[in-house]
């Protein structure tokens, strides 16, 4: 039997507003016995505190509960991105899959998914912590059918973060951790994350990677990675996101890496390849092809943008993080017509400097 991926785009007028996902439910758009995640864009600060993330979790998986036995609502990975900083719209993107007896007709999207385990408070932001991503990435890859890595697009990725409580926990047991910094704890997280899956896709070298390069070595990235951190989890829950000609359905995907927060180009090419026009903002009959478009967002550490300043790290109200979501947003809103994009911040190690990786879905041309 052929596996169809399905991915659904839905407005949500607060962090727990699952009405639309339900009515896509009760109308028969979705079954819900083939949702295998669901990232949301949710208000929020994206920081320590931002418990949004963890109200739209709940509610998230309250609402799959009624619809599916506790065990399987937990198998679903709940990426939640909080911060929807400028004209960004909060969203929810709904991944599904299902058996189908439609052949494949060429390469389609296809889509894997796993859970790690629990990960100690001491190994975040450690080789450990890089080790047991790119075991994940691996088995969610198998999930997917996917065996080349140059098949896989995006892989999206929770981890969690250091709270007081977590790092009392790990020194109670005669352990260290990375830092005792709560904030710096979320890009340490980030950080590993990102490195593991450059692991798992062959991009960097296992045994270039050290304790003392991690959040701050920026020559060693992945072009495919998006890792997220929370307070509302413990392990990582880990999405890949890739082609399969195993895969049938009208679905299909590719990637590209914005060297800067600007660097729309890159998106632009990867748009084409997908068969749309693309040469300035996308038409509306195009904006109807376009299902998700997925991107990372990061203050470059030299403080410059294409060599003019930017404060975007020395403002200390508001954190980077926000200021670069809406930065690119409002970039790539300009390009694809719309503002219903999943911009998450924080990008250490995820494309260069500055820049990050960017996943476009759409349905196939023609």
């Not at 208000?43 to 998986?61: I, K, Y």
């Not at 058996?99 to 080789?127: C, K, S, W």
């Not at 040469?279 to 470059?300: C, I, N, T, W």
Request: hydrophobic share 45%; charged share 20%.
């Amino acid at each position: 039997m052929t596996r169809r991926a399905s991915v659904h785009r839905i407005a949500a007028a607060a962090p727990d507003d699952v009405s639309g996902i339900e009515a896509a439910i009760a109308d028969g758009r979705i079954d819900p016995a083939g949702i295998v995640a669901i990232f949301g864009k949710t208000e929020g600060n994206g920081c320590v505190n931002d418990f949004a993330r963890g109200f739209a979790t709940q509610s998230l998986g309250l609402m799959l509960q009624r619809h599916m036995s506790a065990a399987e609502a937990h198998a679903v990975c709940l990426v939640m991105s909080g911060g929807t900083e400028g004209g960004m719209s909060p969203h929810w993107t709904v991944f599904e899959r299902r058996e189908t007896t439609e052949a494949p007709n060429g390469v389609a999207l296809a889509i894997g998914r796993t859970r790690t385990p629990v990960l100690p408070f001491g190994d975040l932001g450690r080789v450990a912590e890089v080790d047991m991503v790119a075991e994940g990435v691996r088995a969610a890859m198998a999930d997917a059918g996917i065996t080349d890595p140059a098949d896989v697009h995006f892989v999206q990725i929770k981890c969690p973060l250091l709270t007081l409580q977590r790092i009392g926990e790990a020194e109670a047991k005669g352990e260290t951790v990375a830092t005792r910094d709560t904030l710096k704890s979320m890009g340490l997280s980030r950080a590993a994350s990102a490195l593991g899956v450059a692991v798992a896709l062959g991009e960097i070298a296992r045994d270039q990677i050290t304790d003392d390069k991690i959040a701050t070595d920026w020559s060693l990235w992945s072009g495919r990675a998006s890792c997220s951190s929370g307070i509302e989890l413990l392990d990582h829950e880990i999405v890949v996101l890739g082609s399969s000609p195993a895969w049938a359905g009208p679905l299909v995907i590719d990637h590209a890496v914005m060297a800067d927060g600007i660097d729309v180009e890159p998106v632009r090419a990867a748009l084409r390849r997908l068969g749309f026009a693309a040469d300035g903002q996308l038409s509306p009959a195009e904006r109807g092809r376009l299902v998700a478009l997925l991107s990372k967002a990061e203050a470059s550490h030299d403080g410059k943008i294409r060599g003019h300043r930017h404060t975007m790290l020395d403002d200390s109200d508001i954190s980077a993080t926000r200021h670069a979501r809406a930065f690119v947003s409002g970039a790539l809103a300009g390009l694809v017509g719309h503002a219903e994009i999943y911009v998450s911040g924080g990008a250490e190690h995820q494309g260069p400097d500055g820049g990050g990786p960017v996943a476009v879905i759409a349905t196939r041309a023609g």
